[in-house]
């Protein structure tokens, strides 16, 4: 009984150090505009790393910067975690820019890896220019919410102050220099192994990292982000409307086809999730509604191509100011809006087009479509007679004398009677 007893119990020992052994650290990767879909990505990826008791969430940093409710979301979440987070600016050319730096600075350990940088945290309004006084309370608020993250994590409060105020830019040796960050490491493995033993404050405390022959698990966004991610950027939202559009046109002139309305309706769904991460101006999207309008209009009424004219410029003018922002990564690209904008002046001047060319089109069915056709009088006519026209004979009448047998054309359709010429 008693040596069972110690075979058990060293059993579970080995158990015991088996699990210390297998400590491993969550590795994800975020790169791009800091958005709601970065700021859902951070915060299940927190979440799961508590849940799994991992040693340590590592966020491989590479952002731009981008929107100020998103980055605020991700520095919370950050504080309030139960587990470190480690920021990593990397990989080499990666850079820490604006949203970026509130991310890196409240971090509980900042790194960097050589060839990086960090800075330019000045705040633009993504929606076009502030007036003065918006613009400074802007940037107190900015300035005094990263110098409270700064002296939280023991940082340099005054260069992160001067990155909001003056937009300050630094390598990643002058922030280690500075005080900026904790660590410069050339990648993760040698960032694991400087890691070990530190000591830093989490949301239940002190905790000592051991990340020392850790495993590294990396956690990648899954297709649903992925998706979301696309459909954020400008270009892609922008298609996404005109998408929508072209298939609700298609559905209204010809119902019943089901699948463009179908279509349609998905894009514009999309399209309006994507605005409400993006700096949407509403005066050029209503220009591109109203070009939209003037192209339609251009079937019902003759124009002479001035309405397909205006619907061009109002559309050209709407998609460059659909998305008014200073900051490059919120606004379209000419050589998205230039090609957008051709393809459906050239769709909407088609179906002009069709729809002329139908109504020219001369009838080929009902008494309309008999006017025209070469017959034969099958019996001499004047007043009265018989025509055999179109494979059948018909009661006709002429304003001129004509003999049986002679070639005859119609001239028009009266009470199912045909009159007809030589």
């Known amino acids: 009984m008693k040596k069972t007893f110690l075979l058990i119990s060293a059993f579970l020992f080995s158990l015991f150090l088996i699990g210390l052994s297998e400590a491993d650290v969550t590795v994800i990767t975020v790169e791009g505009i800091v ?18 008791k991992a040693d340590a969430l590592v966020i491989e940093l590479d952002t731009p910067g981008g929107l100020d409710t998103s980055m605020r979301s991700i520095v919370k979440k950050i504080i309030s975690s139960e587990v470190p987070v480690v920021v990593y600016v990397s990989p080499s050319g990666a850079r820490a820019a604006s949203a970026g730096v509130f991310i890196t600075i409240a971090a509980h350990v900042a790194a960097m890896a050589p060839g990086t940088n960090i800075g330019a945290a000045h705040p633009v309004g993504v929606g076009g220019k502030m007036d003065k006084t918006m613009a400074d309370k802007a940037v107190n608020d900015a300035a005094a919410y990263i110098k409270s993250l700064a002296e939280k994590r023991q940082r340099n409060a005054e260069w992160a102050e001067q990155a909001v105020r003056e937009s300050v830019s630094i390598t990643e040796q002058e922030a280690l220099k500075l005080n900026v960050i904790d660590i410069v490491s050339p990648d993760i493995v040698s960032l694991m192994e400087t890691l070990d033993g530190r000591e830093v404050d989490t949301s239940l405390g002190k905790q000592t990292m ?58 514009l769904i999309l399209a309006l999730y994507s605005f409400q991460t993006l700096p949407v101006n509403y005066a050029g999207l209503l220009l591109i509604v109203l070009a939209i309008v003037l192209f339609i209009l251009e079937i019902k009424v003759t124009s002479f191509g001035m309405l397909t004219i205006g619907g ?26 230039l090609p957008a904008v051709g393809l459906t002046t050239l769709f909407f001047s088609l179906t002009v087009f069709l729809v002329v060319k139908a109504f020219r089109r001369k009838p080929v069915t009902g008494t309309e479509g008999l006017v025209g056709l070469k017959g034969k009088a099958k019996t001499d006519i004047h007043e009265e007679g018989q025509v055999f026209v179109h494979g059948e004979i018909w009661q006709a009448w002429s304003d001129e004398p004509l003999k049986a047998g002679e070639k005859v054309t119609v001239e028009k359709v009266e009470n199912l009677k045909l009159k007809v010429h030589r």
């Open 35 to 52: 958005n709601p879909v970065m700021s859902e990505f951070i915060s299940k990826s927190i979440d799961s790393a508590e849940k799994e």
């Open 210 to 267: 051991n990340t020392k022959g850790v495993s590294l698990v990396r956690r990648e966004t899954d297709f649903r982000h992925e998706i979301l991610d696309l459909i954020s950027n400008p270009n892609v939202a922008y298609l996404l409307m005109l998408l929508g559009f072209y298939g609700i046109f298609f559905e209204l002139t010809n119902p019943g086809a089901i699948f463009p309305g179908v279509l349609g309706t998905l894009s």
């Open 312 to 337: 061009l410029f109002s559309m050209t003018i709407g998609s460059i100011m659909l998305f008014d922002s200073p900051l490059p990564f919120f606004r379209l690209s000419l050589k998205v809006i």
